[in-house]
């Protein structure tokens, strides 16, 4: 075949899907690692599940019609068994848990942090790949185990910063809602399309959840979502929640349940400014049965269309009784919530952007082992350092430490290594300069941005510069 005739695929990412550049990688990794010790130091554990699962394992809680990869990504195996991706980190946990019941105790607290997956409909900032960081009890009917994930919740909001009035957790139950749905006489077939309708309303706001409580609502691509087809009656009944107080239900166990667990916050400092009783917080997914939570960010960031927007809701969960007994027959009462790490990050990294750690590159003039060398030397000392392993033309690596990002240049030619000496040079200082360098005597001639130092002192010295330049 011709290399005219040859057939190429056109390089394009998935809709939906992203990559993701090494600052974002550090900086999601630095909130992980902060999650991670707020959950450990309440006791709670690690657990991973693998990536799929059997599809009747997960449950319809996302939107099926005519396939099993309908609102999830589905392949059949060779056995001829439908497997899907997780679309969240729960469904996986109540099978793991319904699997070895007998060994675990009870109750049994863990976190898990993975991708999820949503076969949905993609959006700015709606990705079909994020992930999540969850923690669950298991095995506990009490409303504390309820109270201690908000305040866990509330944690690790703060330990990533945020201070309090910037973020506020709010809860609502779903036996509340139940109660709502059943006097609007909402049937069966109805509930999961009113339940996701009814979740839209931070985002959609009223007339938006109006619509698809209705007859439907188009969208502004031009998408038309179908509604729920309620009546205005049941409309109205359903709109009245999304807007009363929780006093307005007081008579309701529901809301006595929520009472108990606001007590237990306030007795521990968690006052209604961190969490509070919200009865429009609905959560999405079918499988919750009684309390829910969501925790929203309060300040501005901006987002990819460069407009000025509150970002919401960046965790939820709940109470889900019923979903380890799809397994076992037998009702195990559990909680959980999950942050949504991805959404979380990307609002938080609009404020204080942590990059990685500064970066030195040491460029090899004509001895690449003195070169390595003296990377491994700076790494052993804690710090990230590379050997330049490009052209040896001495513009082009200083180009690729600009490239990098690199804080500092480490140069030792023959005439530094016959000194003993080694040359650095400051690249925050010199960055104009280092984009227009083509030689290295041109380099040399720039002494302010650079400093030559005793080759035994190189770690002191390059720690020393980190610490002048405010790296």
Not at 164 to 188: C, F, H, P, T, W
Request: proline fraction near 4%.
């Amino acid at each position: 075949m011709s290399p005219q005739n040859t057939s190429r695929p056109k390089a394009r990412l998935p809709r939906g899907f992203r990559d993701r550049p090494a600052a974002d990688i550090a900086a999601e990794r630095r909130m992980l690692e902060t999650i991670r010790q707020v959950y450990e130091s309440y006791g709670f554990e690690p657990l991973e599940t693998p990536a799929f699962e059997y599809t009747d394992a997960l449950g319809k809680f996302l939107p099926d019609l005519d396939r099993p990869n309908e609102g999830v990504f589905s392949l059949k195996d060779d056995d001829g068994q439908w497997l899907s991706l997780r679309y969240d980190l729960t469904a996986p946990l109540a099978r793991y848990v319904a699997e070895n019941f007998q060994h675990l105790p009870k109750p049994f607290r863990r976190y898990q942090v993975g991708q999820v997956w949503r076969n949905e409909k993609p959006g700015p900032g709606r990705y079909r790949e994020f992930t999540q960081f969850d923690a669950d009890t298991v095995g506990s009917a009490s409303p504390a185990a309820d109270a201690e994930l908000l305040m866990m919740t509330c944690d690790a909001l703060e330990a990533l910063g945020l201070k309090r009035g910037e973020y506020i957790v709010k809860m609502n139950s779903r036996r509340l809602l139940d109660a709502v749905l059943q006097s609007a006489s909402v049937s069966d077939l109805q509930r999961g399309t009113v339940l996701r309708a009814i979740d839209k309303y931070d985002r959609l706001g009223e007339a938006g959840v109006r619509a698809l409580l209705g007859k439907g609502r188009k969208d502004e691509s031009g998408d038309f979502t179908t509604g729920a087809g309620l009546d205005e009656k049941q409309i109205a009944l359903v709109m009245e929640l999304l807007t009363a107080t929780a006093e307005r239900y007081d008579t309701i166990a529901a809301v006595q349940e929520l009472q108990t667990i606001r007590t237990t916050l306030a007795a521990n400092g968690y006052d209604e400014n961190r969490v509070q009783i919200d009865t429009s917080i609905i959560r999405g997914l079918e499988y919750y049965t009684g309390p829910v939570f969501e925790a929203q960010l309060q300040f501005p960031v901006t987002n990819e269309a460069g407009e000025t927007i509150v970002f919401g809701s960046v965790a939820g969960g709940g109470r889900y009784d019923d979903l380890v007994a799809r397994f076992t027959g037998q009702q195990v009462p559990a909680t959980g919530i999950s942050i949504g790490v991805s959404r979380l990050l990307s609002a938080v990294k609009q404020r204080s952007e942590a990059p990685l750690a500064p970066l030195a590159v040491v460029l090899t003039m004509d001895d690449a082992a003195q070169s390595f060398a003296m990377a491994r030397e700076l790494r052993e000392a804690g710090l990230r350092a590379e050997a330049y392993v490009g052209t040896k033309k001495f513009g082009d690596q200083l180009k690729y430490a600009d490239k990098r990002g690199a804080a500092i240049a480490v140069i030792e030619g023959a005439d530094e290594r016959a000194s003993g000496k080694v040359t650095l040079k400051d690249l925050k200082r010199g960055a104009e300069l280092s984009k227009a360098v083509e030689s290295r005597a041109e380099w040399l001639s720039e002494r302010q941005a650079q400093v030559t130092v005793e080759r035994a002192r190189l770690v002191q010295e390059v720690k020393a510069l980190l610490t002048r330049g405010r790296w």
